[in-house]
């Protein structure tokens, strides 16, 4: 099956800071997704975006299905950003099973 | 727009004991799935449902669990015997879906934490 990887596993950043995080998959995707689990457990959908760049507020991604790799841009870290950020992926031709990464566990302090 | 429902939010049991997770998807949506996250994991797919039926179980320990979902709304989740190993939360997800399949969006509820001791 296809295999997702994230960089860098932890991150930690002061408030007012900027980041990228990086998704690497390897086989062609016909769905990709970024996450944020926030302490609760709660997965928030960040993105849909298999392919393109999107922007919404702070954040921005931009994936290069061609080159098999997704980033998520955070500008102006808060510390509400804190947490686990997650891209997953449905490769092409498997139906809809999403296959997540391992996750940057990401701190903001003050 | 309501999202996806899950209960309960915390479950405690002892191993070999049985229990049981219900998940309500958005109205709507014609796909259901059920994922285990252990901790500092990201979570894995068990089952798959579109609409009453099975996409996808390959990965669903069936001498252990067991899910349906009735009338192709609400879904239960099962596991009888549960395993230390099973601790875990447990993450029920909906999408709508396309013509051909088309994998859309997938929205997750709140998951409920399982700890067997």
């Known amino acids: 099956g296809i295999q997702v990887e994230q960089s860098p596993p932890d991150l930690i950043l002061q408030e007012g800071a900027n980041s990228t995080l990086r998704c690497n998959f390897s086989?062609?995707?016909?769905?990709l997704q970024w996450f944020h689990q926030n302490p609760w457990g709660q997965l928030i959908n960040l993105f849909y975006?298999?392919?393109g760049t999107k922007q919404n507020g702070r954040l921005s991604a931009t994936t290069v299905a061609t080159e098999r790799y997704s980033l998520l841009y955070i500008s102006s870290s808060q510390t509400t950003d804190s947490g686990v950020y997650f891209c997953?992926?449905?490769?092409?031709?498997?139906?809809?099973?999403?296959?997540f990464g391992t996750g940057t566990r990401l701190q903001v302090t003050l | 727009e309501a999202g996806v429902a899950q209960s309960p939010r915390y479950k405690i049991i002892e191993k070999r004991q049985s229990v049981a997770f219900w998940c309500n998807p958005i109205?709507?949506?014609?796909?259901l799935y059920w994922y285990q996250q252990i901790l500092g994991q990201g979570p894995k797919l068990l089952i798959q449902?579109?609409?009453?039926?099975?996409?996808?179980d390959s990965q669903l320990p069936k001498d252990r669990f067991s899910a349906e979902r009735l009338k192709g709304v609400d879904s239960t989740l099962k596991i009888q015997p549960a395993k230390l190993e099973d601790s875990a939360v447990y993450l029920c997800?909906?999408?709508?879906?396309?013509?051909?399949?088309?994998?859309?969006?997938?929205?997750f509820g709140p998951g409920t934490r399982l700890t067997v001791t």
């Open positions: 997800a909906s999408s709508d879906s396309g013509a051909g399949g088309t994998p859309y969006e997938q929205y």
């Open positions: 086989d062609s995707v016909n769905n």
């Open positions: 975006i298999p392919s």
């Open positions: 997953a992926a449905i490769n092409t031709g498997t139906a809809s099973k999403l296959t």
């Open positions: 109205s709507g949506h014609a796909t």
């Open positions: 449902f579109q609409n009453n039926g099975v996409v996808d």
